[in-house]
RNA sequence: GGGUAGGUAGCGAAGCGGUCAAACGCAGGUGACUGUAAAUCACCCGGCUCUAUGCCUUCAGAGGUUCGAAUCCUCUCCUGCCCA
């Protein structure tokens, strides 16, 4: 787009890990500076589920990831623009990242069909109807006003074949300059929420080097603000994952901030960030919380530091007075022990997938704190070499 | 003492002559969940084993009828309710 662009105008690299990729950066918008690497909580329909912005804010959280095709079709972006986008319908005032709408392309893969023109989708509240394409999910993001929007794009689920990963880069491609090109006419012409919306690209390509190159190299020529990793979590082994990254991230400019989208467990996300990724979104931690799995810190028969899970819902955990996790500073784990949450899961209480829900989102929090102080003391390299999910 | 309704897998509860190891719910268990159609979903839940259109032992107990019984008959035991 601007060809003087310079990722420092809003991104800044404090500092850079000696053994990997992993950096500390800075990532400045319109609503505050992110620390990163960072994690994003999901509030796809404009909520993280269960919680409230005060506390997301509380725990840590910087910047929380909303989804395009929900806010459209619920309540639509025309009412969000009217309330001052989602960051004055919501009241978050801190970052906003949207996806476009384009994991939908993917998830809802059975009511929509894929054209080149956009992606027909079949409302599931209402049964109509919508094409949703590159330009509309544009528009509808400047109505929202994230700080960070998304291009729409189109990849396959796995087992990965190349052809069709072929398909989808050049698809998705073509859709990105038509993209771009909405997006600068808003900025020009358009009166949008936020004027200091950067328009990210996305790289795919599956695990093939040849596509995830052509992919980041197309993304980069195209000028975006930033650049997002995505096609990954699809049901590939965590191998395949990394190589997608390393390939993406070996044709991508040093100095942009990178996004993984959709990863992943606490695993997933160090040996990304080892990979050179600034930020992540996942539904994981929010809701596996719903559904009874806590993650919890846990060393291995060596004494190194990682994480486990656990089924809260278990009997065995009925007499269990202790706490979730006795290294963790949520409230969940301050106030409450393991079977009175058991209890609140037992008999449908609200305030237990609520306890469990800011007891993991507490958890990525902080995991990602340790991170980027790890980072930041020239311990990363230890982190990384031991730490992971501990039976 | 008389009458009446019952006793089914851990619990509740269907079934009322074959297609019944026995619906369904709960409890219990296992597994999923990665840019949220997910406070959800799948599977297991008498025993054995080659996990199968397989074998064994079950529907309070005993004994019958029948080719065949959780289902019908007789007696016994137990429980709820009503009458004395």
Redesign the pocket.
């Known amino acids: 787009m601007v060809e003087s662009f310079s990722y420092m105008v809003y991104f800044d690299i404090l500092k850079k890990d000696i053994n990997s990729r992993a950096r500390n950066g800075i990532l400045h918008t319109a609503h505050g500076n992110v620390e990163t690497p960072v994690f994003l909580p999901?509030g796809?329909r404009g909520s993280?589920?269960?919680v409230t912005n005060q506390e997301l804010k509380f725990w840590g959280a910087q910047m929380i990831?909303a989804?395009t095709y929900?806010l459209w079709q619920r309540p639509g972006d025309a009412l969000i623009y009217k309330a001052g986008g989602l960051h004055g319908f919501m009241n978050w005032q801190g970052p906003i990242f949207t996806?476009?709408g384009?994991?939908?392309v993917?998830?809802?893969a059975?009511?929509r069909k894929v054209m080149e023109a956009g992606v027909l989708f079949q409302f599931?509240m209402d049964g109509r109807q919508e094409i949703l394409s590159p330009e509309k999910s544009i528009q509808i993001q400047a109505n929202l006003g994230s700080d960070t929007c998304?291009i729409l794009?189109d990849?396959p689920g796995y087992p990965f074949e190349h052809s069709r990963s072929q398909a989808s880069i050049e698809l998705t491609g073509r859709w990105a300059e038509r993209a771009i090109k909405e997006h600068l006419r808003i900025k020009e012409f358009g009166e949008p929420i936020n004027p200091g919306q950067k328009l990210w690209g996305?790289v795919q390509g599956a695990s093939f080097e040849d596509l995830r190159a052509a992919s980041a190299k197309q993304m980069t020529a195209l000028g975006f603000e930033g650049f997002?990793i995505?096609?990954?979590?699809v049901g590939e082994p965590?191998e395949d994952m990394m190589r997608a990254v390393e390939f993406s991230q070996a044709e991508l400019p040093e100095s942009a901030p990178k996004h993984l989208?959709?990863?992943?467990?606490p695993y997933?996300i160090i040996q990304a960030v080892a990979r050179g990724i600034d930020s992540f979104?996942?539904?994981?931690p929010?809701?596996?919380a719903?559904?009874?799995?806590l993650y919890i810190s846990a060393k291995d028969e060596e004494g190194r530091e990682g994480y486990t899970t656990l089924?809260i819902?278990?009997?065995?955990f009925k007499e269990d007075f202790t706490p979730l996790d006795n290294t963790c500073d949520c409230y969940a784990c301050l106030t409450h022990n393991k079977a009175y949450i058991r209890h609140l899961f037992?008999v449908?209480e609200?305030l237990g997938?609520r306890l469990a829900t800011m007891h993991n989102l507490r958890f990525y929090l902080n995991f990602m704190k340790k991170i980027r102080t790890a980072i930041e003391y020239d311990f990363f390299g230890k982190m990384l070499s031991e730490y992971k999910q501990v039976e």
């Open positions: 999901i796809t993280v589920k269960t990831l989804n929900h996806d476009s384009g994991f939908q993917y998830s809802l059975k009511t599931d998304l794009d990849f996305i997002a995505g096609g990954v979590a965590h989208l959709g990863v992943g467990t997933d979104d996942c539904v994981i929010t809701r596996e719903r559904h009874g799995r089924d819902r278990l009997e065995k037992a449908d609200p997938i």
